[in-house]
């Protein structure tokens, strides 16, 4: 397969950060920077990639604590999905509980479901998936076959829901009607913790 996808653990909840890219091309997409980017930086040079864009899944301070300072560095956007500016730019991203002050992101472009974004090469469909925020998304290389679902879907579990603007019905209903009729091969890369694919997660995980 012709995708890279680095997998980068940062900042004090052990967010996964990723870094993707086509081999033969090293054009970068940097997802759900959640901290450290001096290390995230780091890690672009040693792979040799130029990055194109930021995309996040959701708004937390986890997903998103490095995403200006990258966004400088490279002077590259950030995209993140419609409803999630509320949180992006609030205190709803948690930042003050953790007692992060002043965290507060807006992003370049506001994203619409099943909108298509090409970036360095690749394809990423834009899958909103309400429930761990009103504004998480997923984004999914359909023909690689590689999702990243963010805090939406985990390895036999999903985000939590008590956060504001979450709700554990609305994550059902987004995991059981819009991953969950993904194909069986499709590789989950979430936000925390290991990989999945939907079929493992069809089989060993009650959506219900």
Do not use: W
């Not at 012709?2 to 940062?10: A, E, F, S």
């Not at 995309?55 to 956007?77: M, N, Q, V, W």
């Not at 998304?137 to 939590?160: A, K, M, N, P, V």
């Not at 709700?167 to 913790?193: C, N, W």
Request: charged share 25%; proline share 4%; with cysteine.
């Amino acid at each position: 397969m012709n995708i890279r996808v680095k997998k980068l653990t940062v900042g004090p909840v052990r967010t996964n950060c990723y870094i993707v890219y086509k081999k033969d091309r090293k054009e970068a997409v940097i997802i759900d920077p959640g901290d450290e980017p001096e290390e995230i930086g780091r890690k672009i040079t040693e792979y040799g990639v130029v990055p194109q864009a930021i995309l996040l899944t959701h708004g937390h301070f986890d997903h998103i604590g490095a995403a200006e300072p990258l966004k400088r560095k490279y002077d590259i956007p950030v995209y993140a999905y419609e409803a999630e500016r509320e949180i992006l730019t609030t205190e709803k991203n948690l930042g003050n509980m953790v007692g992060i002050r002043g965290l507060y992101l807006e992003a370049d472009t506001y994203l619409t479901d099943q909108q298509l974004i090409s970036l360095g090469g690749m394809e990423f469909k834009v899958i909103s998936t309400p429930g761990h925020t009103v504004g998480s998304c997923c984004y999914l290389l359909e023909t690689e076959e590689i999702l990243f679902s963010g805090d939406t879907l985990f390895h036999y579990s999903h985000g939590r829901t008590d956060f504001p603007t979450g709700s554990q019905s609305a994550i059902i209903r987004s995991i059981r009607e819009r991953l969950m009729i993904l194909k069986d091969d499709i590789f989950v890369y979430p936000g925390h913790e290991g990989e999945t694919t939907i079929g493992n997660e069809r089989q060993l995980y009650d959506y219900n």
